[in-house]
């Protein structure tokens, strides 16, 4: 996620959706300016006892705030994805205090992928593929021109971000990889 208030950059979060598998990676890179913070973040992680994968883009404790909410979403709504996440945006854009967290995050369950945003909105990405962060554009793009070449979800995903991670100075090749499979 670039924004122009914040002195960190370093966050590419893909997710490639196939008919057997649901996969979230996410790199490993965390800059502030021109340097290399940590080589090794964690970005992509599983929530509500492993059925609902996540990553983020943006703030650390932000996007730690964020999970912590859509979990107890989760847990409202009997693990429903889709509801959570319109209760979570609906909060988000709502409460004066979530309004000014600085995050975007990708989640996924074996119904549905979405892209949760500050603004309110709640994306159920086409085509299967959705990127967040500094290098999405470059991850996504590399995905979408994968799928006609390579069917398997996790193969897909770790090659786009190793293209993303070759263009963008934002990110690296440590990766996170999360999984559901249909």
């Not at 590419?12 to 021109?34: E, F, N």
């Not at 979405?114 to 793009?141: K, Q, R, W």
């Not at 995903?157 to 993303?164: L, N, S, T, V, Y």
Request: charged share 25%; glycine share 8%.
């Amino acid at each position: 996620m670039s924004d122009s208030k914040a002195p960190w950059h370093g966050t590419t979060i893909l997710a490639v959706r196939t008919p057997q598998k649901i996969v979230i990676i996410g790199d490993g890179q965390v800059s502030m300016g021109q340097t290399v913070m940590k080589p090794n973040a964690r970005k992509v992680r599983r929530l509500h006892d492993g059925s609902v994968i996540a990553g983020f883009a943006g703030a650390t404790a932000d996007a730690f705030t964020l999970f912590e909410r859509l979990e107890k979403k989760l847990e409202a709504h009997g693990g429903k994805l889709m509801r959570a996440a319109v209760e979570l945006a609906k909060d988000w854009r709502t409460d004066k205090y979530l309004r000014n967290l600085e995050a975007m995050m990708i989640v996924a369950d074996i119904e549905v992928t979405l892209v949760l945003t500050g603004n309110g909105d709640v994306l159920e990405p086409a085509h299967g593929v959705t990127a967040i962060g500094s290098g999405g554009n470059f991850a996504y793009a590399a995905a979408r021109a994968l799928t006609e070449y390579e069917a398997d979800a996790e193969k897909l995903a770790r090659r786009a971000m190793m293209i993303a991670a070759d263009i963008c100075v934002y990110t690296n090749d440590q990766f996170t990889i999360e999984t559901i499979e249909v």
